[in-house]
């Protein structure tokens, strides 16, 4: 059970919301494959609504007077049935009996409950229909549970049917959704009702302070088999079925499977996008929330329902619960229409996913087994496109819908042939690999491909539309074209990896390339056997831990304009590591950390905020591939050999310590690229546009200046 309520606060610079939370222990994970892709859209962060009970208490003809505390929380996530504070006072004080403590577990510790003798306990849907369960010993608690009486859990509902008429929220002479309890089997499934295999779970009853107190009614929790999905990673599990529940849930071990530690730090709180206040058994705790790209509820004939952009709270509540699935799954869509109605608010958008949800636990408790159907939305009951696909645009431009797929999923490919534009202007959650083989492929969705990674051959172009931050896995250039104005290598907003092999990228017509920005363990990796060259506007790159990495490997990268030396020597830093070119993010090269010590990355920056970052030996001062007098005569015009005063690449600092000197030039002599020519594989870019202004030489005075150690070093190697 998980409210939320309509006050807020905030923790950390992010919106923070109550919650109340009591759920149980969930199941091994379960697999089935989609045979079919029902796409139901975006699913609201929470919701308000959900099922409501009328209840009554009493025994030898007398009920307990409850008003206005009479309304419980219809509640499959919670195994008995327990009144709230404020009812289990009222309840105390006309004469309520209770006989033991039974001692529960939840969000923050354990937690004493009274336990009560045996009364009549009643109840009714929104049919108005009575049914009463004798002898039913109750648990009271010490917390309130936001406007409700009480949670009315599984004991409601073993043996029965429950009904739950979602439309009935946007009728005015309801605004609630119905609730119906049966005894007859399910009728035959419409032609939109998907059946939800159920497997019931009963956990052991351990709170017991005394070994012969009487034990509260209690009753198996029913979950249900669900797949989730984050960029290109999926994972099936088994979730508790929670109608309390307002918002889903994730347990920590999940949310690290499934990748949601995008930077890869052991912390999720980084990745949150508000945080809860959780209030259940044992007190409080604050919880992030982060956000998956969708759930999919796993029908019994192979279709996969899918919800796509849903928030989940991360919480433990016991080692052996993945999950939970809220109201904001199951009454997707319903609350917004039901409100937009209600304040005449037009248009009021699409109602909700679901028109009926029935619950089947008539044999749950000899079966262990149950089934809930969900009968979908007609216009909504849409089939998703699957791969292996194979889009051929021939010339002009057609968008996916055009192309006969208005929506794309499961884990087959997508190819893109023809000389035309494919547009990608909706969320797809294909997770198979995309190769754009001839034509362009352009997206003008941000999460048009999130799941999916894309290949651009030579005949290929991945555009990515002006305003657009493509969420991609990864992009690899094998001789094609990436063209955007601007890039975000970020695995958990924009594209995860970006490999530059022998390809192209370039920015809008007339600039000096995309504006790139590195983010959390995003990788900008450059090819390996040969010395490619990327023209860039500029770039930033996050070098803190779990941030950012760019792998020139043997190559470049030229920077248009506002470049810091500072900035790139903060990057190099990090990229260096413990000098041999190790380190997580920043700048820095495969290829250097490879050679042993002969390679390095240098750099050069001047005035007008132009910059290149290469592979480059030890002494190549001017970046030119060859170490040679040249560089000799740079080192000597800067005039900081042997002296304190600052020093860059273009100075002579080869070891990144922020000087020129003597070991500097022994990090020359070992490199052993002095006056051996060229030493990187031939360039597959020009290399005289990349060229950065070197200051003019002074004199030949560096013998003098590096005294007696320097002069043999210079005519051995001369």
């Not at 008429?165 to 009702?193: C, I, K, W, Y």
């Not at 619950?359 to 496109?385: I, N, W």
């Not at 051959?457 to 250039?477: K, Q």
């Not at 070991?663 to 060229?678: E, H, N, R, S």
Request: glycine letters at 14%.
């Amino acid at each position: 059970m998980v409210v939320i309520s309509r006050a807020g606060r905030r923790r950390g610079g992010r919106r923070c919301r109550r919650l109340a939370l009591a759920a149980a222990v969930g199941l091994a994970p379960s697999a089935a494959p989609a045979t079919e892709i029902i796409d139901l859209g975006v699913v609201d962060e929470f919701t308000l609504s959900q099922p409501i009970v009328q209840i009554a208490i009493g025994d030898e003809g007398r009920v307990f007077d409850l008003a206005p505390y009479n309304e419980c929380l219809l509640d499959t996530g919670a195994s008995g049935i327990l009144m709230a504070k404020t009812a289990s006072d009222e309840l105390r004080a006309r004469g309520f009996v209770e006989e033991a403590t039974y001692i529960d577990f939840g969000v923050a510790g354990p937690q004493a409950t009274g336990v009560s003798a045996p009364y009549d306990f009643s109840f009714a849907g929104s049919d108005g229909v009575p049914l009463t369960m004798p002898d039913v010993r109750l648990q009271t608690s010490g917390s309130d549970f936001a406007f409700y009486g009480g949670i009315a859990g599984m004991p409601l509902m073993m043996g029965r049917t429950v009904a739950l008429d979602l439309p009935r929220q946007a009728d005015f002479n309801a605004l609630r959704m119905g609730v119906a309890f049966g005894s007859e089997p399910l009728p035959p499934p419409t032609t939109h009702a998907y059946s939800i295999p159920l497997s019931m779970y009963e956990f052991p009853m351990t709170g017991q302070v005394n070994p012969d107190d009487p034990l509260p009614i209690y009753a198996p929790l029913p979950f249900a088999p669900v797949e989730l999905q984050f960029g290109s990673t999926r994972k099936t599990s088994s979730f508790l079925l929670d109608t309390g529940a307002q918002q889903c849930i994730l347990s920590s071990a999940v949310a690290f499977e499934l990748g949601l530690d995008v930077n890869g730090n052991g912390d999720l709180e980084d990745e949150a996008v508000t945080f809860q206040e959780v209030i259940g058994v044992g007190g409080s705790k604050i919880i992030p929330v982060l956000q998956i790209d969708a759930l999919a509820l796993q029908a019994g004939d192979g279709t996969d329902l899918v919800f796509r952009d849903v928030a989940v709270g991360i919480i433990d509540i016991d080692d052996a619960l993945p999950g939970v699935l809220g109201m904001n799954i199951l009454n997707a869509g319903w609350e917004i229409y039901a409100l937009n109605k209600i304040l005449g608010i037009e248009p009021l958008g699409p109602p909700g996913a679901f028109d009926r949800i029935d619950l089947d636990f008539r044999d749950a408790a000899a079966t262990m087994a149950a089934e809930m159907r969900l009968t979908v939305r007609a216009d909504a009951d849409l089939p998703v496109s699957q791969g292996p696909l194979a889009v051929e645009v021939a010339d002009g431009t057609v968008s996916q819908a055009a192309a006969g797929h208005a929506s794309i999923g499961g884990d087959g490919t997508l190819e893109k042939t023809g000389s035309g534009t494919l547009v990608v202007d909706a969320v797809n959650t294909l997770t198979g690999a995309t190769t754009v083989s001839a034509g362009t492929l352009e997206i003008a969705a941000a999460k048009g491909l999130f799941g999916s990674p894309v290949t651009v051959e030579a005949s290929g172009t991945l555009t990515i539309a002006n305003g657009i931050t493509a969420r991609l896995p990864s992009v690899t250039l094998t001789g094609g074209m990436l063209e955007a104005g601007s890039l975000v290598i970020d695995a958990g907003r924009g594209i995860g990896r970006l490999q530059v092999g022998d390809g192209t990228v370039s920015g809008p017509a007339g600039s000096a390339g995309p504006a790139v920005s590195l983010g959390a363990a995003g990788r900008l990796v450059l090819a390996v056997d040969a010395a490619t060259t990327l023209d860039l506007a500029s770039l930033t790159v996050d070098e803190a831990a779990g941030g950012g990495l760019v792998d020139l490997g043997s190559g470049r990268i030229a920077i248009a304009g506002g470049a810091s030396e500072e900035d790139l020597r903060a990057d190099l830093v990090a990229g260096r590591g413990d000098g041999s070119w190790n380190g997580g993010t920043g700048i820095g090269s495969s290829v250097a950390a490879a050679s042993g010590g002969s390679l390095s990355v240098g750099y050069r920056v001047a005035a007008d905020g132009s910059a290149v970052v290469a592979v480059a030996a030890a002494g190549d001062l001017d970046l030119d591939g060859d170490v040679d007098i040249f560089d000799i005569v740079s080192l000597d015009g800067a005039g900081t050999y042997g002296t304190d005063a600052a020093a860059g690449w273009a100075d002579g600092d080869m070891n990144y310590d922020g000087l020129a000197n003597l070991f500097d030039l022994v990090a020359i002599d070992g490199g052993g690229a002095f006056g051996a020519g060229g030493y990187l594989p031939a360039p597959t870019g020009s290399l005289a546009a990349t060229s950065v202004a070197v200051p003019e030489p002074g004199s030949l005075a560096l013998l003098a200046a590096a005294g007696t150690a320097a002069m043999r070093w210079w005519r051995r190697r001369a």
